[in-house]
């Protein structure tokens, strides 16, 4: 780790982040304007999906032969219908509550596990921090498509066994980002304090370690949901996450693939909702980063 990229990371890492207040919070809006629309993006598709039920919308499996592919706002389908009939609209919203609860869970996971990895191997070095080092340069060796693909088609198809290989494959990137984090904290004045006053390391880890690096880490997590979204997406396409009739995105594309030339929209419609989510997630995570560390927002500018 270079010299400015190490007081970037002890900057970000040993400041406890104060919310700004008043007009100052919404100054920094103003500065940001495109976290405001990633955020308004994602309550959109949030919103949507947690209304699902309520929502007055067709039933995304029921099939109608007869108005199969038509075009956006023809035949009362508002987004258009695939090729069995089925309303888009309908399998979009739905779908959306898979992909975000999969991504979301996925994203949970690999934080909790590579978080625990990297927190435990930085704090006490030595043995520890090569022994499980090394095992998640293991897990990096493999490229993380590859790897994913692989712990599904082993563990059968199936939006469980989706999530679990999704979480599995990104714990070696939350490891890594802890374990640099707390090697910062851990030559902090403050950990030697709390040595000092007799603290243990237990204690250190969850009141002293880890809220000094919850602010860069909330900030690879934002960004990484967004990535999660498109991987569950992938494997569904492929056939390896939701199986049909289950409303999922990545199983939308793959229905649409065949039919790109005659109706796009079939495509298009799960393809857009995807890039929106994506990016309202990495606007979202860029913001944050900027906020919490104004030093990197300075300099990249």
């Known amino acids: 780790m270079s010299d400015s990229a190490l007081a970037r990371a002890q900057a970000t890492t040993t400041a406890p982040f104060a919310p700004p207040a008043g007009r100052a919070r919404w100054g920094w809006v103003r500065r940001h304007p495109l976290v405001a629309v990633g955020l308004v993006l994602i309550a959109l598709v949030i919103a949507a999906a947690l209304l699902a039920p309520v929502l007055p919308l067709k ?17 009362g389908f508002l987004l258009g219908s695939d090729q069995l009939g089925r309303d888009l609209l ?20 690999a934080l909790v596990v590579g978080g625990a990895i990297g927190l435990v191997a930085g704090f006490y ?25 692989a712990l599904v088609a082993a563990l059968g198809p199936g939006l469980t066994n989706a999530m679990i290989a999704i979480s599995v494959v990104n714990v070696s990137f939350y490891a890594r980002g802890v374990r640099a984090a707390t ?11 709390a040595r000092a006053a007799g603290a243990s390391d237990v204690r250190i880890l969850l009141r002293e370690v880890v809220p000094n690096i919850l602010p860069p880490l909330l ?5 990484n949901v967004g990535w999660m979204v498109v991987e569950t997406a992938g494997l569904s396409f492929i056939g390896l996450g939701a ?8 199983t939308m594309l793959a229905d649409g693939r065949q039919f790109m030339m005659v109706s796009p929209h079939v495509a298009a419609v799960p393809g857009v909702a995807i890039l929106v989510l994506v990016l309202g997630f990495n606007l979202v995570g860029d913001g944050v980063r ?5 030093a990197f927002s300075r300099a990249v500018r």
Do not use: C, H
């Open 59 to 75: 039933d995304p499996n029921v099939t109608a032969p007869a108005k199969r592919l038509s075009a956006p706002g023809v035949n």
């Open 90 to 109: 309908s399998r979009l919203v739905w779908g959306a509550r898979v992909s975000i609860s999969v991504a979301a869970i996925a994203a949970a996971g």
């Open 125 to 149: 070095g030595g043995v520890v921090d090569n022994v499980a080092m090394r095992a998640i340069d293991m897990l990096m060796a493999f490229p993380y498509v590859l790897l994913a693909i």
């Open 183 to 193: 090697l910062v904290a851990r030559r902090m004045t403050y950990i030697e304090a």
């Open 219 to 223: 900030v690879f997590a934002s960004l």
């Open 243 to 250: 199986q049909p009739p289950t409303a999922d995105w990545g």
């Open 290 to 294: 900027d906020m919490l560390d104004p």
